[in-house]
């Protein structure tokens, strides 16, 4: 199975605090394109990026006639320091939500649509809490609870481990994380059309999270579709990149 394959090949630096990184180095790059667009997409990339693939995400959206607001994060912004997790995803939420309202005006974007990808779906939620409007959601293998999908995914163990050294339990991890989580944001879906891609054998974010995160949306009152599949993570990721099916 691809995912087992990938998480085998991790780096050791994951499981490690990285000396001397600030919230204010969680971007490190922002693309936007095609501003003169009605229609404004915005992408939060999964860990490690996946740059060869989401770019061509963003190519495709730009063909079909809309703007585009893509981000390279930094590794790191994902790693065993419990407070520096949470005041990275804050940083990148509140630059993010701010840089969108002020475009959404200046350019006239009639719709602002953002799109998470694997543990972008959290920067995402965080992000929309903070948002004046948005349009729709499409979030890609999703998880409703970042501490719990950090804790049982295969590709993150190394970080476990690191929190189990320092005596962090994942109980602490869960309520110091608790509005990390998307399930915590979904309220902010009430009334929006959410597309969520799931994978019924999904080794980094097990899918009963995935679920739950379905769950809590149908529970705020949001327009849930949900689409399923075998192909595992990594290819949902990429198969929505290349060939993406439905309306984004």
Sequence with gaps: MIDAYLASKGSPEDAMVLEGFEPSQAIIETRYINPDASELNVIFPPWHGAKEVTQILERRLVRNGSAVMAFDFHDHILEPNMPGVIAVHEHMSDSIAEDVNKRRVDEDFERVNL???SLGSAALSLTASKLDTFTRVTNVVPGSN???????????QGIRESFERQGITLDELDKAWATLGPSYHAPTMEGKEVDVRLSLNDGFVPTEYGEEYVAALQDAGANVSVQRSRLGHAMNIIKFCLVPSGKL
């Design 115 to 117: 799109i998470g990808i």
């Design 146 to 156: 970042l501490a719990q999908c950090m804790w049982n995914g295969i590709r993150t």
